[in-house]
Each structure stands twice: as structure tokens, then as C-alpha cells.
């Protein structure tokens, strides 16, 4: 059996510095604990290449070292909320690990390193209040100095070779608003030799440069004052500083003076000027990041990209006369985006990317017809906290993930690319969400940590896109919504349902319009997509109009499962009593309760209804599960009878049920628990009495492992054996073929499955032999495999 990733969707962490763009091309940015690699050439692919893991914690911080000799290994650094700095060759076929530094006693923040001949220092700061120094001695890395903040804390650092000598140039960006300049070697200790004053809030971003033709140092440093400073960093053969006057009228004048300091290399002392070079204004918002681009120092000129809180970013260009000005801006427009948190220029200076509040990456490129208009481009996205179930269309035709993000999310496959993308946004909520399920191709119910069932309709405006970018013919349903439905949705100001949005042609009846209210730019607006949306069409102009909110459980509801019909809706919420723990059965025709369900006593912890829709199996953190029949499956109503519900004497499971599955049969089931146990189960009928009992049929045991997912695929493979797809705790995922026994096929490990633990696993339904799986888990991602066989 072989399995190739078909798709992968996952955010960048939301911490500044968390992304860099390598001079291989490649982008490298924290996703969760490991580092995703993400290649833009294949610009639609929405494709992850490869995905670094050894982490402990969240990372915080990625830099791709740029002046790697030929030779080494080391050109990838990262620091975690692990309190530990990892040194990657990313080149490596292997994970590419190399060194792992341990010393700081809190999380690490930002890193940097520079090659130094072929010899590489890093650095490392904390919330520890410290930057510490590492260097390779004895084939091991090893501290080679502490700087001691006290209670201060650092917010960016940046190496640079000193013009004219073998030292090195370490810029600190305090707390206390200035920048401090440190010089050393690899040998050497650093000291500080000047401060930079002139910033009145922290200083956020550092980037530095060599200017072409003076060979001098452009430092720049962006501030959450909103102001950007450029200082320049002069070679003198003299310690001689130099004042310039400029007359601005009979009695104000501006002074531009230069501080200068000295350093020793050995039997030499090299002195240095340094000057406030310009001030860039024209952001709104805090400034969180500067990137030169080291393309166009080739050109003779330079260029300096900022990223800032005010949901923009803007490329800086200097004029003949020296003054920098505002070239190129970009950014999003509306929604209720946060800004952004850092942006990188390409290898060649042509794209650029935004690194946003909410872990979404956006890309622009250099029209190369007009070098002065950046058009979008399509990039990979995904959700930026644990994805906590997903569901597929009843055809396969998209997936449907949720997430403790606040959102829920559509992700098709783009038809002339044949590639998969986020196409919509149906939810984004104020609570973190907890599961969901689709009663039809166009209808959605979800649940969040609330006490509330929430339904949503497709407006008309995802019917359209969806037809065009997944290329669906075969759509009665999206016709009949066409004709009745809103056009789209929109969240108002301080609310959490979606309202719908109507189109000019269609008039709504009075008391259904839309409220107008004083955020405009929150406001649905139609689109007509040729190619997968951009995030802020996605936060704005995908959402799902809410139709209905179910009420009836007392806590917030953790577990959802609908008939494939779409007859009836079973909901479970988080309990630690018999009352609480009761199944609600909804009936979505008249979406009101037709029964309550009791066996379990404390929180169910998933349902799922039988193929063919007459059974509905619990799991329950009792350790127990438990099956239900219905005895009257007509349209008329509901009669679901407990039929099982295993104890002490016929349970074989001894902690807490986690999951379960029902094989295409309708007949037998699987569960597995905390206990490593999968435990198949058999439909037991008894002629003499007509009476069905359900009784254990085999037992798979992975010792030491907690079963945490479980999904049959929808048809048999080999031998008639049924394909069961196994997620465990540690992020692993089995594929198992079954009948009477156990038969392994292959193992996703941890490189290839999921890092964090597997949440929810899911065959897609299709007509055709070939067979995909996909896959969501707390280490954000979401995934889909093809499983050849």
C-alpha cells in the first residue's frame, strides 16, 4: 500500500519572526511545534514539502540563515516556548536536525545567525531576560556568552559584518525603546558600544544591509510608534565626527549628528560612525517587521519592505536625492483582521509575502508588465489553533474543517489546477468551536463551546463559486438555493450569528433585512471567483447566512452526528450526571427535540449514526458505549430503544472511550480508548427470540497508546476486508485491513501523519476505486492522503 499527501492546510503561529523566505526559494514558517516547508513555485499547489519536527512547544521564531558557505550543514535556526534554540540542515532528506541548544529558563523568542568565514554564531533571546551567544566548539554547540537584561526584554536582534574588519555588529532591540550595538567575534566576547535613542515605543523589527557603492551598513528598525528609523553605520579612518547643517529658515535649522565608536581586531582599531540616516512615516498602526530586499542592492538601490498592525504593507524606495518614499502598498481591506506580523521579500526581490494576525499568509507578485502593480497570488492557508473535526461532503465533493480558531472551513479541490485550497469561510464564530456535521451538500450544523446548535444555509454566492472553481455540474440542490436563498452573509458589530445579506434583485420581506450599522466595511459584497479567494474575501464574503440555533442542553455541546438523509441530528453535550449526559435526537424538519436519549453518566464523547441510518452508536468518558435502534424509521417520527450498553462484565475497554466507527455494513462496529485498545464489535441475532445483541468479535491492542480517532473507508478492499484508518494520541496514524482479524497495511508516523494528537479521521465518499483519507489534529493541520493499493 502506498500513501502520498494530497493536500496539506495549516496557519503560520501568531508571533512575530515566526516566517523567512530562504534564498533556496523556500518558505519556512512555526506551524504549531514543527516548521512547514512550503515551496511558491508551484504557485496554486497549496502543497507542503516537507515538515521539520523536534520542537516540544509552539514555535516562535524561524530564520534561514543567508550566507551559507559551501560545506556545512547548519542553515535553518528556530526557537520554541520549549526554552531551547534547534540548528536544522534543511537540505538534509532526513528530519535535518543537527544541534539542539539548552540553556535559556523560558521560551525563546528570536533567534539570528551569521557565517563567519565557516565558522556560525548564533544568537538566542528569551523571556528570561536573556540573550545568549552560541558557538561550535569540540563538534558541539555551546554557550560562549549570557547578556544579563535583568528584568528587560528583548524584541528583535540582528548580526551584520562591520565594514573594513573580520568583527561582527549585534543589534538589540530593548524595552526600554532604544537599540543597543554590540560588537564581537566568534572568538570573542561582544560589548556594547552605542545606543540608539530616537524610537518612543518598542522597537519591533530590526533588518540591516549593505548599501551598494559606500559599502556602508543601513540599519532599519520599525517601532510601535508607527515611525520606521533608518540609521547608517560608517567606516572612518579617523575618529572624527562630523555635524551637517542644513538652513531651514531664519531661525530653525535641523542637525544631523553622528555618534562614533572604536573597536580592536587584534593589533588594529577600526573606527565607526553611525547616523540617523531618515525617518519613514506613513503607517497607522504599530510596525512589526522590516525586510530589505537583497536583490536590488545588485541593482545599485535599495529596497525595504514594513509590515504593520495597520493591516498593510509597504515597500520603501529611496529617491536620486536620498529621501525614501512610499513605492508600493498593499494589504487587506475590512474584515476583522488584527494586521500583520511580518513580511518578507522573495529571493528575487519580485513577491512578496504577509505574515497576518491570524496565522494566514498572503503573497503578491510583481506584474512584470507594470513593475508598479503587485497583483495577489495564491498561497496555502489553513487554521492557526487545533483542528478539532472534519467532515466531507456527502458526494466528496469539499471538506468541511472546524477548529479551536473560531472558524469553519470549506476546502475544494480547484478544478484546472486539480489542486486543493480554502474556498470558504461558512463560520467564524466568538467561540473557540468543538464539532459539526453536514446534513446536506449546502447545509451545516456546528457547535462551539457553547450550549447552542447552530444551522447554516449556503447563500447563492458560494453555489456560484463553488460550480465554477470545483467545476460541479450535477448541483439540484445549488439550483433550488439559487432561487431562494440570500446571496451572502455578514457578521454584525458585537454579534455571533451570521445574518443574511440580500442581493439588489432579490428583496427580502421587511423584517428581514440586514441592520446597517456604523462598520460598513464588515459588509458582505459579491464576487465572482476564477481562482481561490484571498483571505479577506474568505473572513467576509463566504459566510454562511445562520438559519436556525438549537436549544436544549445545559453545557456546552462537545459531540454532533446526522442520518445521511439529513432526517435527524443527535447532539451530546459535556456532562458529569446522568441528566446532562442524555443524547438529544432533533428532528430537522421541525427542528425540535423528538427524543432524549439516556445510558451514559458522564460526557459522550462521540456519536455517530450506522450507514444505513436505523442505529446510533455513543461513547461516552464512563467507559461504556452504548447502541441505539430505531424501531420506527418512518417520516412520521423516531423511536430510538437501547439495544447495548456495555458495563463491569461485558465492556472490554478501561478508560475513557474516545472514538468510534461503523464499518459499511451497518452491522459492526469499531471504538477505541485511552487504553490502546481497538475493539471490534459484532451484531449478535438470536433466532429463537428475535431478540440483537452486539458482542465483541476480536481486539487489537497497541500497548502504551491512546486511540484517539477511528473511520472505516466506505467500501471493502482485498478479500472483501474492510480499511480502517487508526489515529492515536501521539499523532500517528495506522492503516489497518479487517474481517476476523487484524492485518497491518502501513504507518504514518509522526513526519508524515501528524505531530500532535489526531482528532478526526475521514474517508471521502466516492464513486470511483480510488480511495483518500483525510485528517485534522491539535497540531492545526488538516490533511488529505492518497491511498494507493
Known amino acids: ?152 526584554y528583548c524584541f528583535a536582534l540582528k548580526f551584520s559584518k562591520l565594514p573594513g ?3 561582527l555588529l549585534l543589534a538589540i532591540a530593548n524595552d526600554n525603546d532604544s537599540i543597543t550595538l554590540w560588537t564581537g567575534s566568534v572568538e570573542s566576547k561582544f560589548v556594547q558600544v552605542e545606543s540608539l535613542q530616537g524610537h518612543s515605543d518598542w522597537v519591533r523589527g530590526l533588518d540591516v544591509i549593505e548599501e551598494p557603492g559606500s559599502g556602508d551598513l543601513i540599519l532599519a528598525s520599525s517601532s510601535q510608534d508607527s515611525f520606521i528609523r533608518l540609521w547608517r553605520i560608517s567606516y572612518r579612518k579617523e575618529l572624527v565626527a562630523q555635524k551637517d547643517f542644513e538652513l531651514l529658515s531664519a531661525d530653525e535649522s535641523i542637525v544631523l549628528e553622528e555618534r562614533t565608536f572604536t573597536i580592536s581586531d587584534g593589533s588594529q582599531s577600526f573606527h565607526y560612525a553611525v547616523a540617523l540616516e531618515s525617518v519613514l512615516q506613513g503607517h497607522e498602526g504599530w510596525v512589526y517587521g522590516v525586510d530589505f530586499n537583497r536583490s536590488s542592492t545588485t541593482k545599485g538601490s535599495l529596497n525595504l519592505l514594513s509590515s504593520s498592525i495597520d493591516k498593510t504593507l509597504t515597500i520603501w524606495t529611496p529617491s536620486e536625492s536620498g529621501i525614501w518614499f512610499e513605492s508600493v502598498r498593499v494589504g487587506e481591506v475590512g474584515g476583522g483582521t488584527l494586521g500583520f506580523y511580518g513580511g518578507k521579500f522573495s529571493p528575487d526581490g519580485r513577491s512578496i509575502i504577509g505574515h497576518g494576525f491570524q496565522g494566514s499568509l498572503h503573497l503578491w507578485h510583481q506584474d512584470p508588465e507594470n513593475p508598479s502593480q503587485w497583483k495577489p497570488g495564491t498561497i496555502i492557508g489553513g487554521h492557526f489553533e487545533a483542528a478539532r473535526d472534519l467532515v466531507w461532503e456527502p458526494r466528496g465533493e469539499f471538506l468541511v474543517s472546524l477548529s479551536a480558531d473560531q472558524t ?36 451545516l450544523a456546528s457547535a462551539a463551546e457553547e450550549k447552542i446548535v447552530r444551522v447554516f444555509q449556503a447563500p447563492g454566492n458560494f453555489v456560484e463559486n463553488f460550480r465554477q472553481l470545483c467545476g460541479v455540474n450535477d448541483d439540484p440542490e445549488g439550483s433550488d438555493i439559487l432561487k431562494t436563498t440570500p446571496k451572502g452573509a455578514s457578521v454584525p458589530s458585537l454579534g455571533l450569528s451570521n445574518k443574511a445579506v440580500y442581493s439588489s434583485d432579490v428583496e427580502p420581506e421587511p423584517d428581514a433585512k440586514h ?92 456519536l455517530a449514526f450506522s450507514p444505513d441510518n436505523t442505529k446510533l452508536l455513543a461513547v461516552s468518558r464512563d467507559r461504556t458505549l452504548s447502541v441505539f435502534e430505531n424501531i420506527q424509521p418512518n417520516d412520521e417520527g423516531c423511536d430510538f430503544k437501547l439495544v447495548l450498553h456495555t458495563d463491569k462484565k461485558n465492556g472490554v475497554h478501561a478508560r475513557i472511550i474516545w472514538c468510534c466507527s461503523w464499518a459499511p455494513d451497518s452491522i459492526n462496529f469499531v471504538t477505541g480508548s485511552r487504553d490502546g485498545k481497538v475493539v471490534l464489535w459484532e451484531q449478535q441475532k438470536h433466532p429463537e427470540s428475535e431478540a440483537v445483541s452486539y458482542g465483541s468479535k476480536s481486539v487489537l491492542e497497541l500497548k502504551g497508546e491512546s486511540i484517539t480517532s477511528l473511520a472505516f473507508a466506505h467500501r471493502t478492499i482485498e478479500q472483501d476486508r474492510w480499511l480502517l484508518a487508526i489515529g492515536l494520541e501521539t499523532g500517528v496514524i495506522h492503516l489497518y485491513s479487517v474481517q476476523q482479524d487484524w492485518k497491518p497495511l502501513t504507518t504514518l508516523d509522526r513526519s508524515f501523519g501528524h505531530h500532535l494528537t489526531v482528532k478526526r479521521l475521514a474517508f471521502r465518499p466516492r464513486t470511483d476505486d480510488q480511495l483518500q483519507l483525510a485528517s485534522c489534529g491539535e497540531d492545526n493541520f488538516v490533511k488529505i492522503y492518497d491511498i494507493l493499493y
Open 1 to 152: 500500500m502506498i500513501v502520498k499527501n494530497c493536500y496539506t492546510s495549516v496557519a503560520c503561529n501568531r508571533t512575530p519572526g515566526a516566517l523567512d523566505w530562504g534564498d533556496d526559494g523556500l518558505i519556512y514558517y512555526g506551524a504549531s511545534h514543527s516548521i512547514a516547508v512550503y515551496d511558491p513555485k508551484f504557485e496554486g499547489s497549496a502543497k507542503i514539502i516537507r515538515n521539520l519536527l523536534g520542537h516540544k512547544a509552539r514555535i516562535n521564531t524561524v530564520k534561514k540563515i543567508r550566507n551559507v558557505p559551501s560545506g556545512t550543514t547548519v542553515d535553518l535556526i528556530s526557537g520554541s516556548d520549549d526554552g531551547t534554540c534547534i540548528l536544522w540542515d534543511s537540505r538534509s532528506e532526513s528530519n535535518g536536525l543537527q544541534y539542539v541548544l539548552e540553556g535559556h529558563k523560558k521560551g525563546v523568542t528570536h533567534v539570528d545567525g551569521y557565517y563567519l568565514e565557516d565558522k556560525l554564531i548564533v544568537a538566542s533571546t528569551s523571556a528570561d531576560c536573556t540573550v545568549k551567544l552560541w558557538t561550535l566548539q569540540d563538534d558541539t554547540f555551546s554557550c560562549l556568552q549570557t547578556m544579563d537584561l535583568n528584568t528587560g
Open 165 to 167: 574588519s573580520s568583527s
Open 408 to 443: 469553519t472551513r470549506i476546502h475544494g479541490c480547484w478544478k484546472p489546477t486539480s489542486t486543493w485550497h480554502e474556498i470558504a469561510r461558512p463560520q467564524v464564530h466568538g467561540y473557540d468551536m468543538q464539532c459539526l456535521c453536514l446534513l446536506s451538500r449546502y447545509r
Open 515 to 606: 441592520v446597517k450599522d456604523m462598520y460598513p466595511e464588515h459588509y458582505f459584497t459579491p464576487s465572482s471567483l476564477q481562482s481561490p479567494p484571498t483571505e479577506e474575501t474568505l473572513m467576509q464574503n463566504t459566510l454562511w447566512p445562520e438559519m436556525q440555533k438549537l436549544y436544549g442542553h445545559g453545557y456546552e455541546i462537545y459531540s454532533l452526528a446526522v442520518t445521511s438523509d439529513g432526517r435527524w441530528v443527535a447532539s451530546a453535550s459535556r456532562a458529569t450526571s446522568v441528566e446532562h449526559a442524555k443524547i438529544l435526537i432533533w428532528n430537522t424538519t421541525t427542528w425540535k427535540i423528538a427524543q432524549k436519549l439516556t445510558a451514559h453518566q458522564l460526557t459522550v464523547t462521540q
